[in-house]
């Protein structure tokens, strides 16, 4: 099965850049797209295709990827970044969307 | 302005089913997929199912096959999700989401608000 992997959590003090990898099983060509979700809300998309924003995403958060990891890094930390974020692509192989098990992020 | 709109909150007991609801309004509802998606408490993401409005087989991740059924309804802009046989881990907020592909544009732009379906008996 296709395998996502972030670690569970990531600190970050205000102002600093906070880096959340997402390590994939297999090196596919399949674009990797970052989810924000804050508590009781539903998640909203903040990076798609790897390294692309949404309109009103700040530039601060940006995507990249590495053969098999991918990274959404955050720039001047806020306070309200602070939010469980997700990794997510669609394996072609086996038809499936899979997403990463979460990272939370917490700013000191 | 796009807007997935999902039923209320559920209360199930174990062996029963349940049919949830996503109301799309404000684009073109043949145009995108939609994803069903459930988060358990305090747990994380977990994608159930895709459908395209404009016709052909649903399909579901294997842990749910034979138990989730997903259906459209085009006169209405509304995509169901249903679950069978239900059991207390399948306690859990699900969300409807939509994509503009399905192998590439497959990001989740818009989201539902989110269903409760909690099974207890």
């Known amino acids: 099965s296709y395998v996502l992997t972030q670690p569970p959590s990531v600190s970050v003090a205000p102002g600093q850049t906070a880096s959340i990898t997402c390590e994939r099983k297999?090196?596919?060509?399949?674009?990797v797209h970052w989810y924000q979700q804050k508590p009781g809300l539903a998640p909203i998309l903040v990076v798609y295709?790897?390294?692309d924003r949404p309109s009103g995403i700040p530039e601060r958060m940006s995507g990249s990827r590495y053969g098999s990891r991918a990274i959404l890094t955050i720039s001047r930390v806020e306070a309200g970044d602070e939010a469980d974020y997700y990794c997510?692509?669609?394996?072609?192989?086996?038809?499936?969307?899979?997403f990463g098990g979460g990272t939370k992020l917490s700013v000191l | 302005q796009v807007q997935l709109v999902q039923s209320g909150p559920e209360v199930k007991k174990p062996g029963a089913s349940v049919k949830v609801s996503c109301k799309a309004s404000?684009?073109?509802?043949?145009?995108?997929?939609i994803h069903w998606v459930r988060q358990a408490p305090g747990q994380g993401l977990e994608w159930m199912g895709i459908?395209?409005?404009?016709?052909?087989?649903?399909d579901y991740t294997q842990k749910f096959q034979g138990r989730v059924t997903i259906t459209r309804d085009t006169s209405t802009s509304t995509v169901y999700m249903e679950l069978s046989s239900l059991r207390s881990e399948d306690t859990a907020v699900y969300y409807c989401?939509?994509?503009?592909?399905?192998?590439?544009?497959?990001?989740?732009?818009?989201w539902g608000q989110g269903t409760l379906v909690t099974v207890s008996s």
């Open positions: 459908i395209n409005p404009s016709g052909g087989r649903p």
């Open positions: 989401a939509r994509s503009l592909g399905k192998y590439s544009s497959s990001s989740f732009d818009y």
């Open positions: 404000g684009y073109t509802f043949m145009s995108y997929y």
């Open positions: 297999s090196i596919g060509s399949e674009s």
């Open positions: 997510q692509v669609w394996d072609s192989s086996s038809d499936q969307m899979v």
């Open positions: 295709d790897d390294s």
